[in-house]
């Protein structure tokens, strides 16, 4: 299963569009927030099923702040990171993560590309389409499922 992951799209869907292509075939999209209605704009350009989270860009949106979906034998969270305060720590997220049982954490927030595993869990940020910081450009990220296994990497 190739699984397409963008976060802070902040309605940059066209710059979304061009990174995800890049990423083709794809049979997911997961977007981890700000803003969420672009999860949809994405799925109807893409065709593709997606998966969004509200951020805290997204105010009145109606969207869940947080998902925990089945995905190729794995427990993935879903969630934007903002209220688990991601700026400063993964701890709280950890928590959460660990309550829950998750084998992957999809989260965004801090528009910085990351990929650690923490007690056994891996923690994955595409990025931000819209305004990217650290040393990357704007990114998208991909996650493979075959088998047991979950490869991460990045777009462009």
């Known amino acids: 299963m190739r699984v397409g992951v963008v976060s ?23 977007h981890a927030g700000d803003y969420y209605r672009d999860g ?11 998966h969004a989270v509200a951020g805290n860009c997204d105010f009145e949106t109606g ?8 995905l190729a034998g794995k427990k993935v969270f879903l969630t934007h990171g ?11 997220l950890l928590y959460r ?25 891996l923690f994955f940020n595409p990025g931000s389409v819209y305004a990217p910081r650290g ?7 991909l996650l493979v499922m075959e088998g047991r296994e979950v490869k991460p990497g990045f777009g462009p």
Do not use: M, W
């Not at 949809?40 to 997606?50: C, D, G, I, Y």
């Not at 040393?135 to 990220?141: A, D, L, M, N, V």
């Open 8 to 30: 802070d799209t902040h309605g940059r869907v066209d710059r979304a569009i061009k990174l995800l292509n890049q990423l083709e075939p794809l049979d997911l999209l997961l």
């Open 135 to 141: 040393e990357h450009g704007p990114g998208c990220g």
């Open 40 to 50: 949809r704009l994405l799925a109807e350009a893409l065709k593709v099923p997606v």
């Open 82 to 92: 903002h209220l688990y305060h991601v700026h400063f720590s993964l701890q709280k």
């Open 63 to 70: 969207g869940p702040e947080e998902e925990v979906l089945a």
């Open 97 to 121: 993560a660990l309550e829950l049982q998750a084998d992957v954490v999809v989260f965004g927030h801090t528009h910085v590309r990351y990929c650690q595993e923490h007690e056994g869990i």
